[in-house]
């Protein structure tokens, strides 16, 4: 058993904060009956469940600030990224380390779990082995994953084969879930933007066949613009006649998404994730949060990629999200907005297990150091978690019960060696 005592306060969930110790034994969180033989020392500290990173695009983690990329508009956005991926060359290799430098971000952050949405898959490429790359670099670092075999004009019928052979060379379980709940399989075309219904047909029947949930992305400036002028409809009339408004279904960024959407989006049981640090300040919009989650949307919170986020901070953007909330509607409070970067993120997932302390949630665990001058005079400490200290950093990160960060550095690699292999491949 592993003991973190003398908190200033634990967010247990959303709607509960305590004080005490916590008590986590075989990869859970259990109520403390018993002697704990190893003891992690929290005074002074705020400890939270894990951060769900619900949308990231971890291959962009070797493409950021690339010149032409940073405020444009995402029909400019769009082919930049292309052309620096097409020069690149996507292989295993290349997944690989973007992958583990971007994971590696995410600990350090405090992301436990991170949802990949990867969207590039050159026609005749090793899909499977590009899958497996990042799936082994999560597990040498430590972290979950979620592993969204996504699509980006590709062949509807070469993405459908790809996702049913990874979804047959991965160790899964119920849910597309492994068996120790480190590894997740989800399929994703990237929007109607960009696929056809013949590719979110041919994927969501990949999806039925193994038990997967189904992700993309909708509603941004783009996508809108794409549907209304290919089609002379809005996205999620697209999606819901092609069968992705569904409970199994989360939709990411929706920035431009209606009064009689929110309420379609609401009835069909789809979860969102909002990425405030990719859309706001690339320009792209701010989601309704508050609406959503009035309408009873639940809604999580995502990083998206580095080529328009810069940044795996979760945290970072949480406070961004609760900073710009007021944009959209009533301003969110800091400890709801923690709630979506960890059980709202979770929950999209499909993973009730994560992104909570309470007993029998997975043991995954940051402690926030809020003894220092950055947090000297707040009066709630947890809300200060996102009000103050801007790019704070977890003391120590918990995955499975497993100690991944111990005093702000990494136990399970080194920071200089990850950073090497990557210039090494792209060049700088």
């Known amino acids: 058993m592993l003991t973190l005592s003398g908190a200033e306060a634990i967010l247990v969930d959303a709607a509960t904060v305590r004080t005490g110790d916590l008590h986590l034994a075989g990869g859970v969180v259990v109520d403390g009956t018993g002697a704990a033989p190893e003891r992690i020392d929290a005074t002074g500290c705020v400890i939270t469940a894990g951060l769900v990173n619900a949308h990231h695009h971890l291959l962009q983690s070797a493409f950021r600030t690339l010149p032409g990329t940073r405020s444009v508009p995402m029909s400019a956005w769009l082919p930049t990224m292309a052309a620096a991926y097409a020069a690149a060359g996507i292989d295993p290799g290349l997944t690989s380390v973007a992958a583990r430098v971007g994971l590696a971000e995410g600990l350090l952050a405090g992301v436990t779990t991170v949802a990949d949405h990867h969207l590039t898959w050159p026609s005749g490429a090793d899909t499977v082995g590009i899958a497996k790359a990042v799936t082994d670099a999560a597990a040498s670092l430590g972290a979950r994953i979620a592993f969204v075999r996504g699509s980006a004009r590709d062949d509807p019928e070469e993405a459908a084969a790809s996702a049913d052979a990874i979804a047959q060379a991965l160790p899964l379980g119920p ?20 696929d056809s219904e013949a590719t ?61 959407e929110i309420a379609r989006l609401a009835a069909s049981g789809v979860t969102a994730t909002h990425a405030p640090g990719c859309d706001v300040m690339m320009g792209w919009g701010v989601a309704p949060v508050a609406a959503l989650r009035d309408a009873g949307v639940i809604v999580g ?27 959209r509607g ?40 809020v003894a220092g001058v950055a947090d000297a005079g707040v009066a709630d400490p947890v809300a200060g978690l996102l009000w103050a200290s801007p790019g704070r950093r977890p003391r120590h990160v918990i995955v499975a019960g497993r100690v991944v960060v111990r005093d702000y550095a990494l ?3 080194d920071e200089r060696d990850l950073v090497r292999d990557l210039h090494a491949r792209v060049g700088r």
């Open 301 to 327: 919170l995502g990083t998206s990629g580095g080529g328009s986020n810069d940044a795996g901070h979760l945290l970072a953007d949480a406070r961004l999200a609760m900073q710009v909330s007021g944009l």
């Open 175 to 194: 849910g597309g879930v492994s068996r120790d709940g480190m590894l997740q399989l989800a399929v994703g075309p990237a929007g109607v933007h960009s």
């Open 200 to 260: 979110f047909r041919l994927l969501g029947e990949v999806a039925a066949r193994h038990d997967l949930r189904r992700r993309t992305q909708s509603n941004e400036q783009v996508d809108v613009a794409v549907a209304l002028e290919r089609y002379g409809r809005r996205p999620l009339e697209l999606l819901e006649e092609w069968g992705w408004l569904a409970p199994d279904v989360t939709l990411a960024h929706l920035c431009d998404a209606t009064d009689d």
């Open 411 to 413: 136990v399970t690699a």
């Open 330 to 369: 009533p301003a969110l409070v800091a400890q709801d907005v923690l709630g979506m970067a960890t059980e709202g993120s979770a929950l999209g997932l499909g993973r009730p297990e994560l992104g909570h302390l309470r007993p029998g949630a997975a043991a995954d665990v940051c402690v926030w150091d």
